[in-house]
């Protein structure tokens, strides 16, 4: 599955803002999806995780609480809706994608299998 990521941009501490990606070239709805991010010098790591259907969610520690995902797949997208943006959340986020089972969400960056240009986000006074 082919994956695109948009919606990043700058943005001031304290603010919201929406990244999606959009897949296409397989059932999109027959992948676990998520997204994670990987900030200057740092490791790429896990940001958050959707079911296939949307069943279950999860989430790092350090957004849950302030990120939410959710998916379409009559839309073959996926979304990060991000509140309470914090200095420290800076960083290109990644879209993936990875085979699993039904129900199951996919909690490690070494699970997916596709992975998507990421989007950078900055927060930033």
């Known amino acids: 599955v082919q994956l695109q990521a948009s919606g990043g941009g700058w943005v001031q501490p304290g603010d919201s803002l929406r990244v999606s990606c959009v897949g296409s070239?397989?059932?999109?709805?027959?992948?676990?999806m998520g997204w994670s991010r990987q900030a200057p010098g740092k490791e790429r790591e896990f940001v958050s995780g959707?079911?296939?259907?949307?069943?279950?969610?999860a989430y790092a520690d350090s957004v849950k609480g302030r990120f939410t995902i959710s998916r379409d797949n009559a839309k073959n997208t996926l979304f990060l809706q991000m509140r309470n943006l914090k200095p420290e959340d800076t960083a290109v986020y990644y879209c993936?994608?990875?085979?699993?089972?039904?129900?199951?969400?996919?909690?490690?960056?070494?699970?997916?299998?596709?992975w998507g240009k990421g989007t950078q986000v900055t927060v930033s006074s």
């Open positions: 959707i079911s296939r259907a949307a069943t279950r969610t």
């Open positions: 070239g397989r059932t999109f709805s027959d992948y676990g």
């Open positions: 993936a994608a990875g085979v699993t089972v039904t129900g199951a969400i996919l909690t490690a960056t070494r699970q997916y299998g596709s």
